[in-house]
């Protein structure tokens, strides 16, 4: 009887943690006007190309604010509309522009600073990809989170950063400023 009771309780052990892993993983859910969304956790959500159109359904998904990393120059960017759109549902728009061919530390500076404040969570990041937000992810990972390279690097590819040029930003980024966090 007692082995029995044991194999069971840890069985419902084993099962609640691989659920609890599961559900902490980020998932790649399609949703309508998003190229490449990933639900990232509850506070958290990364992607490529947003409509303007889509933002009122960000607002509908609970996001307070949105990061924008595209150029406003980049083909379909429509910044503009896109800050008037999630003004008009009440949205936070940060724009960011990070260019990926020559990326500025400065635009990392103030990433970590809207992620990471509370007023801005959840908080929806994009750019046209999700290959700079992957960078970004990255650095916020390992540098806010404490996570490891092997670990922060795996998501960030599940995001969506495919430039071994911003991978390599990003890690250097994390290196240079690894003492001041």
Not at 20 to 40: C, H, L, M, Y
Not at 102 to 115: E, G, M, Q, R
Request: aromatic share 6%; hydrophobic share 50%.
């Amino acid at each position: 009887m007692r082995s029995s009771t044991s194999l069971a309780i840890g069985l419902t052990l084993t099962t609640a943690v691989v659920l609890a892993a599961a559900q902490s993983a980020p998932v790649k859910q399609d949703v309508e006007g998003i190229r490449n969304f990933t639900k990232v956790d509850a506070t958290v959500a990364c992607a490529g190309a947003t409509d303007p159109t889509a933002i009122a359904g960000l607002k509908q998904l609970g996001y307070r604010s949105i990061v924008n990393l595209r150029l406003a120059t980049e083909d379909g960017a429509a910044i503009d509309d896109s800050r008037a759109a999630a003004e008009a549902v009440r949205i936070r728009f940060i724009h960011l522009p990070f260019d990926g061919s020559a990326p500025d530390p400065k635009v990392a500076d103030a990433f970590l600073a809207a992620v990471t404040d509370p007023a801005n969570q959840p908080v929806f990041i994009n750019c046209g990809s999700a290959n700079r937000v992957g960078a970004m992810w990255l650095i916020k990972r390992m540098l806010v989170d404490h996570w490891d390279e092997a670990r922060a690097l795996e998501e960030a590819k599940l995001i969506g950063l495919r430039s071994d040029a911003l991978q390599a930003f990003a890690l250097k980024y994390v290196a240079d400023h690894r003492g001041a966090r």
